[in-house]
């Protein structure tokens, strides 16, 4: 049941309900009727991902906002393109309807790895850019104290922080410093 069906493409619908039937624990996501395998994480890739879920389910409690990290995928469909990620971390302060997805997140956070960099800055920014509701999408290194934030608000422009600075994130009123979200590093 968990082997990936023999075809090398999937409509949107046959990938969902692969993904759902499956038994195992793997993580694959779906790129125009292509579905590609997930690699591991890293420790760094956790403890960043960790902290940035922390301080926003933090921040957000008691708020309409919900926070979700890597199980939970992103659902892309328009005219042009249906793609499913699976985020680092997302939030969401819109009603969601489906149990396995979101259609409205204001906030994601990847965290970057020598293999995930270029797809994260390139094909995954053009995608999510997509998402009306996308305020924000953080960047993280996971080896060195650098985030990089997109906003829509700039038009895309990449702003990057680094130590001893912070950042705020409009989209959920937060502000995080560099310093905290690395310290395991210093």
Not at 40 to 59: D, E, P, Q, T, V
């Amino acid at each position: 049941m968990g082997a990936l069906p023999k075809s090398t493409y999937m409509t949107p619908e046959e990938y969902l309900q692969w993904e759902r039937g499956r038994g195992d624990d793997e993580k694959y996501e779906y790129v125009d009727g292509q579905v590609y395998a997930m690699a591991g994480a890293s420790r760094s890739h956790n403890r960043i991902a960790m902290k940035f879920a922390n301080l926003l389910f933090n921040h957000l409690e008691g708020s309409l906002c919900e926070v979700y990290q890597s199980d939970m995928k992103v659902g892309i469909r328009s005219l042009e393109t249906n793609r499913y990620y699976y985020p680092d971390v997302q939030v969401s302060c819109e009603e969601e309807t489906d149990p396995y997805y979101n259609t409205s997140p204001c906030l994601i956070v990847e965290v970057l790895s020598d293999t995930t960099a270029h797809k994260d800055r390139t094909e995954k920014l053009t995608a999510y850019r997509l998402f009306a509701s996308l305020q924000e999408y953080v960047l993280c290194s996971q080896d060195t104290p650098h985030i990089e934030v997109y906003r829509r608000a700039t038009e895309w422009e990449r702003e990057i922080y680094t130590v001893g600075q912070s950042l705020t994130l409009a989209s959920v009123g937060l502000e995080v410093a560099v310093d905290d979200v690395y310290r395991f590093l210093m």
